[in-house]
Nanobody
Framework: QVQLIESGGGLVQTGGSLRLSCAPS????????MAWFRQAPGKEREFVAT????????YYADSVKGRFTVFRDNAKNTGYLQMNSLKPEDTAVYYC???????????????????WGQGTQVTVSS
């Protein structure tokens, strides 16, 4: 069982930045592709970004492309989501997810990810 621990959420003004972190407890992160999803109040959880385990492939939702960057540091056993130019519509609980996919492989559908973090709140004030 892989437990993912997220950190870095908080309250920020429109146009500000936040960096979320995700680390597995007791596992080698380089074995897993990682994705970020988010869920706003009253809405379904949606895909945000993903990165393959070798960092060779990344993919973003259109709503965050050009503003968010997903990256990882396997030496530090940690994945990240850098969020810039934040908007009020980015307000949501953000979840990290992991899947033991092959190099270069990513998924945008949450059912491919068996491991999830507890979520971290991101609030963007207008």
């Amino acid at each position: 069982q892989v437990q993912l621990i997220e950190s870095g959420g908080g309250l920020v003004q429109t146009g500000g930045s936040l960096r979320l972190s995700c680390a597995p407890s007791g596992r080698t992160f380089s074995r897993y592709a990682m994705a970020w999803f988010r869920q706003a109040p009253g809405k379904e959880r949606e895909f945000v970004a993903t990165i393959s385990r070798d960092a060779g492939t990344t993919y973003y939702a259109d709503s965050v492309k050009g503003r968010f960057t997903v990256f990882r540091d396997n030496a530090k056993n940690t994945g990240y989501l850098q969020m810039n130019s934040l908007k009020p519509e980015d307000t949501a609980v953000y979840y990290c997810a992991a899947d033991a996919a092959a190099d270069g492989v990513v998924h945008t559908v949450e059912t491919y990810y068996p491991y999830w973090g507890q979520g971290t709140q991101v609030t963007v004030s207008s």
